[in-house]
């Protein structure tokens, strides 16, 4: 996962194909292009990896506490 932000650069393009008109796909990409483990972004959101596989499969919805503690944190895991 670390390299992907590399990779991204050596290729001049994001290789890969996400919905970025959801968030799940925002969250995925942002995740990819910085490099962040899963891990990290459970960290980030403030949730345990079921509620981030919550996340990913649609099954439930980010709280607005837990994405404005994504979007606060962001630039130190970056």
């Given at each position: 996962?670390?390299?992907?932000?590399?990779?991204?650069?050596?290729?001049?393009?994001?290789?890969?194909?996400?919905?970025?008109?959801?968030?799940?796909?925002?969250?995925?990409?942002?995740?990819?292009?910085?490099?962040?483990?899963?891990?990290?972004?459970?960290?980030?959101?403030?949730?345990?990896?079921?509620?981030?596989?919550?996340?990913?499969?649609g099954y439930i919805t980010p709280h607005v506490k837990s994405l404005k503690s994504f979007l606060a944190k962001r630039e130190y895991?970056?």
């Amino acid at each position: 996962m670390k390299y992907f932000p590399k990779i991204s650069a050596f290729l001049e393009y994001f290789p890969f194909e996400l919905d970025t008109n959801k968030l799940l796909g925002k969250l995925k990409q942002y995740r990819f292009i910085n490099g962040l483990t899963q891990n990290a972004c459970t960290q980030i959101l403030g949730v345990d990896a079921g509620g981030l596989s919550c996340y990913k499969t649609g099954y439930i919805t980010p709280h607005v506490k837990s994405l404005k503690s994504f979007l606060a944190k962001r630039e130190y895991f970056s």
